[in-house]
């Protein structure tokens, strides 16, 4: 059964820094890894998606990486801002029987400092 | 495009009344499914479909049940809440090709009571 873990479970940082957010899965035959972001009382809304043959994607100040292989993925956010304070989750896709099956992580709770 | 919708937004119910929560996509994605989520559970897959007309158990399903009628829309239904229902749902829809990447709702509130 798939497992995805996400380390730390909150992080709080002053403005300006960078920093790492981290994702774990136990099993690599995924299709893809999505990462997401989810402010209080609100919807997911999707930063990245990592297709199972790449390595990483970027979009503006955010990088994710992927290593199959190893089941990890990393959220790189560079210049943090205040309003990037939310809740990331990432989660991977298992095509399974013409299924798609995703499981998600339980997510960081990221709050950045003024 | 208005994405993936749903009502209501907020919703409280009395154990043993029934509702159905809607979902509609206007982006003509075959995959759509529904997901609860609780505090320190994460997010869980409830009921999926794969097309009009095709649509099968997740990880959660007992209790609520789902049609697709359309491709455009996928209604859930609890025909008898339960407060364990308490809870955020979420509807999601997908391209079952290609990249397959998820597109979520605003979510609808329940409380049970």
């Known amino acids: 059964k798939q497992e995805v873990t996400q380390i730390p479970a909150a992080l709080s940082v002053p403005e300006g820094e960078n920093l790492v957010l981290n994702c774990s899965f136990t099993d690599s035959a995924i299709y893809n890894l999505q990462w997401f972001r989810q402010d209080p009382g609100k919807g997911l809304t999707s930063l990245l998606l990592i297709q199972s043959s790449q390595r990483e994607q970027t979009s503006g100040r955010l990088n994710a990486s992927l290593d199959k292989s190893s089941g990890r993925s990393t959220l790189y956010i560079a210049a943090s801002q205040p309003g990037d304070s939310a809740t990331y989750l990432c989660?991977?896709?298992?095509?399974?029987?013409?299924?798609?099956?995703?499981?998600f992580g339980q997510g960081t709770r990221l709050t950045i400092n003024p | 495009n208005a994405g993936v919708t749903q009502t209501p937004k907020f919703q409280v119910l009395k154990t043993g009344q029934s509702m159905t929560l809607q979902c509609a996509q206007d982006m003509n994605h075959e995959y759509m499914s529904w997901y609860r989520q609780d505090p320190g559970m994460g997010l869980r897959l409830i009921h999926y479909?794969?097309?009009?007309?095709?649509?099968d158990q997740g990880e959660v399903p007992n209790g609520y049940n789902v049609s697709r009628s359309t491709t455009e829309d996928f209604p859930l239904r609890l025909l008898s809440a339960a407060p364990s229902q308490t809870s955020v749902y979420f509807c999601?829809?997908?391209?079952?090709?290609?990249?397959?990447?998820?597109?979520f709702g605003p979510g609808t509130r329940l409380t049970v009571l």
């Open positions: 479909s794969v097309g009009a007309g095709i649509t």
């Open positions: 989660a991977v896709l298992h095509l399974i029987q013409g299924a798609q099956k995703l499981v």
């Open positions: 999601a829809s997908s391209y079952f090709e290609g990249a397959n990447e998820q597109f």
